[in-house]
């Protein structure tokens, strides 16, 4: 399975940011010390290969911080979660009303649970109109 | 409105880019910004730190996985490899952009 090893990782960016944070970090320095030297190679001094080469990175803490920020994304899409807990809902309120059609009329009971039925059902409706 | 939808293309473009570029066997973020140059005929220039936010979303998607190694000078970097599920993605997404580039061609072509 393609996604227990980004949920495992996303559950120790939340464990262990500071060491994440230390790990993008070395990433991008290391990306840095390449490009510096390839700038030397092509002549130019040091100082102008290491400027040149912040140059052409970017904005290096802000993309620091972006990484960091993906790493602690969840990896399992949202829509398919949401869309499990309407079927649940969905059953939920099927099951509630199945029972209380079951009930005899005169029982204090069947009354309740056909309240129970509609609350849930409307409130199954109200999350779904909420989402669209 | 235009901007997102332009937005969207660019980062779709740099995530195959990034999983082509994994093709041919593990690179470290800089060896793929050089590779992408490379086999774009130094055509596509990548602001290069852009790269590393897309290299993050592909290993969150579970396209690319990452371990720490030794580099070809010695020091510690970072290597990508395509996943199974990324090699998979790489040929939905080159299917995805011959349609897309055959029907704008088509559509410039058109009288």
């Known amino acids: ?132 | 409105m235009v901007t997102k939808a332009k937005a969207g293309l660019l980062q779709g473009t740099l995530d195959m880019l990034i999983l082509k570029s994994l093709s041919a066997g593990p690179l470290h973020g800089y060896g793929i910004g050089q590779r992408i140059a490379q086999i774009s005929g130094d055509e596509l220039k990548i602001e290069e730190g852009s790269l590393y936010p897309g290299l993050y979303r592909l290993e969150r998607r579970g396209w690319i996985e990452s371990e720490w190694d030794v580099s070809a000078n010695n020091q510690r970097a970072k290597f990508y490899k395509l996943t199974r599920a990324g090699r998979k993605q790489l040929i939905v997404e080159e299917q995805n952009w011959e349609r897309l580039a055959s029907a704008t061609m088509r559509a410039l072509r058109a009288n």
């Open chain 1, 1 to 132: 399975m393609s996604l227990v090893k980004p949920t495992v990782d996303f559950i120790y960016a939340w464990q262990h940011p500071a060491e994440i944070a230390d790990e993008v970090e070395a990433e991008l320095r290391f990306h840095m010390q390449m490009r510096t030297s390839a700038n030397i190679e092509k002549g130019m001094t040091p100082e102008e290969a290491q400027l040149a080469a912040s140059d052409s990175f970017g904005d290096f803490d802000r993309i620091k911080t972006s990484c960091c920020e993906i790493k602690r994304v969840f990896p399992i899409d949202m829509k398919h979660i949401r869309m499990g807990l309407y079927i649940g809902l969905a059953c939920l309120a099927g099951g509630v009303a199945l029972i209380a059609v079951n009930l005899p009329h005169h029982s204090p009971f069947s009354v309740l649970w056909q309240l129970v039925a509609i609350a849930v059902l409307m409130r199954a409706f109200l999350i779904g109109r909420r989402k669209q």
